[in-house]
């Protein structure tokens, strides 16, 4: 079993920056998938980067590509997500969500473990 506990969100003006982290206990995740999602209200959760184990693979939704990157660092089994040039749209609250293997998908239901999410709230 997994555990996985964001931390990082809060509220920020738009054009600030956040640095999320996920930290995984129970298992070592060094060889898992890793991937970020949000839900803003009245919306569907939707993908918003992904990491393979290496950290040679990574994926972004269209919406983030060029503010958002997502890194990890196994040693201390944690995820982060640093974005940058934050807008209104970007509030949500942010998952984290791990998969054993090493194919990274954009689809939540591909995905074993979350955690209970961190909100992120930018202002205009």
């Known amino acids: 079993q997994v555990q996985l506990v964001e931390s990082g969100g809060g509220l920020v003006q738009a054009g600030g920056s956040l640095r999320l982290s996920c930290a995984a206990s129970?298992?070592?995740?060094?060889?898992?998938?890793m991937g970020w999602f949000r839900q803003a209200p009245g919306k569907e959760r939707e993908f918003v980067a992904g990491?393979?184990?290496?950290?040679?693979?990574?994926a972004y939704a269209d919406s983030v590509k060029g503010r958002f990157t997502i890194s990890r660092d196994n040693a201390k089994n944690t995820v982060y997500l640093q974005m940058n040039s934050l807008k209104p749209e970007d509030t949500a609250v942010y998952y984290c969500?791990?998969?054993?293997?090493?194919?990274?998908?954009?689809?939540?239901?591909?995905?074993?473990?979350w955690g209970q999410g961190t909100q992120v709230t930018v202002s205009s």
């Open positions: 969500a791990a998969r054993p293997s090493i194919v990274v998908v954009s689809r939540d239901n591909g995905y074993d473990y």
């Open positions: 990491i393979s184990w290496s950290g040679g693979n990574r």
């Open positions: 129970g298992r070592t995740v060094s060889s898992y998938t």
